[in-house]
């Protein structure tokens, strides 16, 4: 069957991506956030939004080191491009299932580039009476940054302006299962 996927070796193993952080490195990282979100929302109403579908493998790690009562919810949104640069323009293309009225807000997105998609969100979400929102990034790029304001609360690595797949990441909807991040090395091949 034609698959249009190169099929002669396993994602976990392809040769045309370099790792930039192992699962082992990615674990530890992410335990550190969980830790120090349960040190800063004791006795507080905390509800994690996952942005779908980027965060969900960071967001369920994340989840399982933070040691409260907490909720969680998502959303998936589509953020418009002009070419390789994001508008700014963000749909709702699936909203929360509770409100998030007096709550304690953590939104968790893959990675912040331009910032455009969150700073859209925040708005929205801002309008919406939570007590507190703050952010959490599995990654950050923060040279193609345009909101240079956006307040990254909690931030797993900062990265060089590089495209990255892996740990909820895909490109053209593939590698978001790969346990590791890595770098393309080589688009035509992968
Ligand atoms: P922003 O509005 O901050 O420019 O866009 C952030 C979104 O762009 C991310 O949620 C992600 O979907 C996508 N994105 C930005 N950089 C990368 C990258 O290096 N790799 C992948 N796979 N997606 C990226």
Same mark, same amino acid.
């Given at each position: ?6 099929? =002669?070796?396993?994602?976990? +193993?392809?040769? $045309?991506? !370099?790792?930039? #952080? ?18 800063? $929302? ?7 939004v ?6 969900? *493998?960071?967001?369920? =790690?994340?989840?399982?080191?933070? @040691? ?7 959303m /998936? *949104? ?18 929360l299932?509770?409100?998030i009225?007096?709550?304690?807000v953590?939104v968790?997105?893959?990675?912040? @580039? ?6 859209r969100l925040v708005d929205i979400l801002g309008t919406r009476g939570a007590?507190?929102i703050?952010? /959490?990034? #599995?990654?950050? +790029? ?7 304001? &956006? +307040?990254? @609360? $909690? ?13 909820? &990441?895909?490109?053209?909807? !593939?590698?978001?299962?790969?346990? #590791?991040?890595?770098? *393309?090395?080589?688009?035509? +091949?992968?």
């Open positions: 069957m034609e698959t249009g996927i190169a099929m =002669d070796h396993t994602e976990f +193993k392809n040769p $045309y991506l !370099r790792t930039m #952080f192992t699962e082992q490195q990615i674990a530890e990282r992410v335990e550190e956030l969980g830790k120090q979100i349960t040190a800063d $929302y004791q006795g507080k109403r905390l509800v994690l996952g942005v779908l579908k980027g965060s969900c *493998v960071f967001m369920a =790690d994340l989840m399982r080191h933070i @040691d409260l009562p907490m909720e969680i919810d998502f /998936a *949104v589509a953020s418009y491009k002009d070419g390789t640069v994001s508008t700014g323009d963000v749909e709702i293309l699936k909203d299932t509770k409100p009225r007096d709550k304690n953590i968790v997105e893959d990675i912040i @580039d331009t910032g455009l998609t969150l700073t007590k507190s703050k952010l /959490a990034t #599995f990654l950050d +790029k923060p040279e193609p940054r345009i909101n240079k304001e &956006l +307040k990254v @609360d $909690y931030c797993g690595f900062e990265i060089p302006n590089e495209f990255v797949v892996g740990y909820g &990441l895909d490109v053209a909807g !593939r590698f978001r299962n790969l346990p #590791f991040i890595g770098v *393309v090395t080589d688009p035509e +091949k992968v």
